[in-house]
C-alpha cells in the first residue's frame, strides 16, 4: 500500500519559517491519479481543521487564519507535498498532517501521515 511520511516539523520562533515535506512510499507505482492533497492540523482542544488543500487541478484555497503566510506545492517527480509556511505565529502551533486523496488500482482511497509537531515560541 501507500504510505505519507511527513518530516520538516520543529521549534521555530514567531516570523521564523519551516517547510514540511509529506513524501509518498510503498507502492507508489499503483497510483494513477492524485484527486487532492491537503495539510491539516491540530492544536491542543481543537478540532483538526483544513490548513490549505490542491486539488488535481492545481487549484488551492487556505484557511484565511495561513493566508499569504503558508503555500502548497507539489514535486510529483519526488511524490512529495510541501507547506511552507513564511510569519510564523504562536498560534500555528499545532501536530501537522499531510492527507492525500489517490486513485489506485485497487480504487480511491484517503491517506493520512502520522503527523508532525510545529511549535512557534513568541
Known amino acids: 500500500q501507500v504510505q505519507l511520511v511527513e518530516s520538516g516539523g520543529g521549534l521555530v520562533q514567531a516570523g521564523g519559517s519551516l517547510r514540511l515535506s509529506c513524501a509518498a512510499s510503498?507502492?507508489?507505482?499503483?497510483?494513477?491519479?492524485?484527486?487532492?492533497v491537503g495539510w491539516y492540523r491540530q492544536a491542543p482542544g481543537k478540532q483538526r481543521d483544513l490548513v490549505a488543500a490542491?486539488?488535481?487541478?492545481?487549484?488551492?484555497n487556505y484557511a484565511d487564519s495561513v493566508k499569504g503566510r503558508f503555500t502548497i506545492s507539489r514535486d510529483n517527480a519526488k511524490n512529495t507535498v510541501y507547506l511552507q509556511m513564511n510569519s510564523l505565529k504562536p498560534e500555528d502551533t499545532a501536530v501537522y498532517y499531510c492527507?492525500?486523496?489517490?486513485?489506485?488500482?485497487?480504487?480511491?482511497?484517503?491517506?493520512w501521515g502520522q503527523g508532525t509537531q510545529v511549535t512557534v515560541s513568541s
Open positions: 490542491m486539488t488535481s487541478g492545481v487549484s488551492t
Open positions: 492527507n492525500a486523496d489517490l486513485s489506485t488500482s485497487s480504487g480511491s482511497f484517503n491517506y
Open positions: 510503498g507502492n507508489i507505482f499503483r497510483i494513477f491519479k492524485i484527486n487532492a
